[in-house]
């Protein structure tokens, strides 16, 4: 994974250990490279590294297939300066990627590779947007076609409907390729999505990038139970204040699930209070 520094770029600030992927983004990476799936998903616990996986991907493909064009889409485009475009400008600067507020004179952020093969590949910066009084094809994505998008924060979009919309942008890729991140939700609409046209769906827990995140023991020791369970070890809860709310996904006595031991027993009592 560790990219190759163009000519005439200052190594002073390249830190390889940025380049080292840890387990989980090693996994999505690999399938990315196999070209095996064209719709990938992952769904992981704070800090896992999947903000750090999109730049990590974006230098992949440009190394992959030079000059092919890509799409990063975040809900707002605040979010994704905040996160995406600050990670970018870690990860990515130091290797000769540079940012740009506009195109041919027209308002439109991307990141611009450096040469390879007398080649160089744009990934522009998008948000999701379609008003609701409009037809589904007049979304913030229409546009010319690329190769591969790249959706962050799944877990904030209500349906599968920008997923749908990305699929008619990847129209340049061979193979196309669409890649869904998110953070623990219960009820993945963007793991569902893969799996059900033929991608693949991971999950990972925050601590595949224990090295990267301080004194993680400190940290959580912060949290609640749930907040653990759902956002730490990615074992989304129900919503709080649904008749679920207290419904834990493991074994008694932790939680509410039968040991896988437990048989039916000839003679059982059933006692209901009627408060």
């Known amino acids: 994974m560790m990219p190759q520094l163009p000519q005439g770029i200052d190594p002073t600030f390249f830190d390889p250990d940025d380049w080292i992927p840890n387990k989980a983004q090693s996994v999505m990476l690999g399938y990315w490279m196999s070209d095996q799936h064209q719709i990938m998903a992952m769904m992981g616990g704070w800090g896992c590294g999947k903000t750090t996986m999109i730049p990590m991907v974006m230098s992949l493909n440009h190394s992959m297939r030079p000059g092919q064009d890509g799409l990063v889409v975040s809900p707002t485009m605040g979010q994704g300066t905040r996160t995406i475009s600050k990670e970018c400008a870690r990860i990515l600067s130091p290797i000769g990627w540079t940012y740009h507020h506009s195109y041919l004179g027209q308002p439109a952020?991307?990141?611009?590779?450096?040469?390879?093969?007398?080649?160089?590949?744009?990934?522009?910066?998008?948000?999701?947007?379609?008003?609701?009084?409009?037809?589904?094809?007049?979304?913030?994505?229409?546009?010319?076609?690329?190769?591969?998008?790249?959706?962050?924060?799944?877990?904030?979009?209500?349906?599968?409907?920008?997923?749908?919309?990305?699929?008619?942008?990847?129209?340049?890729?061979?193979?196309?390729?669409?890649?869904?991140?998110?953070?623990?939700?219960?009820?993945?609409?963007?793991?569902?999505?893969?799996?059900?046209?033929?991608?693949?769906?991971?999950?990972?827990?925050?601590?595949?990038?224990?090295?990267?995140?301080?004194?993680?023991?400190?940290?959580?020791?912060?949290?609640?139970?749930?907040?653990?369970q759902e956002n730490i070890m990615c074992n989304p809860q129900p919503p709080e204040g649904s008749i679920f709310d207290m419904w834990m996904p493991t074994e008694w006595p932790k939680g509410n699930l039968a040991p896988a031991d437990w048989r039916p027993q000839k003679h059982m009592t059933h006692h209901v209070t009627f408060g």
């Not at 379609?130 to 979304?139: D, E, L």
Request: positive net charge.
């Open 109 to 228: 952020p991307h990141w611009l590779s450096p040469m390879k093969n007398g080649k160089q590949s744009r990934v522009w910066m998008m948000s999701w947007n379609r008003p609701k009084t409009k037809h589904t094809s007049a979304n913030s994505l229409e546009g010319p076609s690329v190769g591969y998008i790249i959706f962050d924060e799944c877990n904030l979009y209500n349906d599968e409907e920008p997923y749908q919309a990305g699929l008619g942008r990847i129209r340049d890729g061979n193979p196309p390729k669409m890649l869904l991140l998110g953070k623990p939700h219960h009820g993945s609409i963007w793991g569902h999505f893969a799996e059900t046209r033929g991608g693949v769906y991971r999950t990972a827990t925050s601590w595949v990038n224990a090295k990267n995140l301080g004194d993680m023991e400190a940290w959580i020791s912060t949290m609640s139970t749930r907040e653990y």
